[in-house]
């Protein structure tokens, strides 16, 4: 896994081979990237990464200026890597061990963009339940953006906050707003 732009652009990253993850693809995160460099100042930005894995996401926004991250997973080997990696490039990341469902559950916070990427074998109801929680919970900000990322296998477009989807190869990202 690589940073691909900002103050750690090209520097690779190696996670522990025992790690239960599958990290987005650099072509997908890059496509992914420009849409949000479209949209967000990110030195303005306070992101949540759920199912945060290897921290891949939270890196990249780090390393693009956002100063407020919080990176929650349930895999405490997940959570240990990714505050090591922060440590080591004194990334602001708060990392957070959880089950994502009750982290949305109790959180109080609001942010500017939540990013989930879930295991592709969630079945429908449970990738529903991510938006359904943010929404519900009104974790997102006033203009803030939810980004869920899945496979083709998927379909979350029926979802009344579902705004739109991109595809990158294997991986599929929906967005959903406030309307």
């Not at 460099?37 to 990464?49: C, Q, S």
């Amino acid at each position: 896994m690589r940073i691909i732009s900002g103050k750690y652009k090209g520097k690779r990253l190696v996670a522990p081979k025992k790690l239960p993850v599958r990290p987005t693809t650099d072509m997908a995160k890059e496509g992914l990237f420009n849409i949000l460099n479209n949209r967000f100042y990110f030195d303005e930005l306070k992101v949540l990464d759920l199912f945060a894995g290897t921290g891949n996401i939270s890196f990249e926004f780090a390393s693009r200026g956002v100063q407020d991250i919080t990176a929650v997973d349930s895999f405490l080997g997940c959570v240990h890597y990714i505050s090591k990696i922060s440590t080591e490039l004194d990334f602001p990341i708060t990392t957070i061990k959880s089950d994502v469902f009750k982290y949305l559950e109790r959180t109080t916070e609001q942010f500017d963009l939540i990013f989930a990427d879930p295991p592709y074998n969630f079945d429908q109801t449970q990738f529903l339940k991510i938006p359904d929680l943010v929404f519900t919970k009104e974790l997102l900000r006033e203009d803030g953006l939810l980004v869920v990322e899945h496979s083709d296998q998927t379909n979350l477009s029926e979802h009344p906050h579902f705004t739109e989807q991109r595809k990158y190869g294997g991986s599929i990202f929906s967005f959903f707003e406030l309307k």
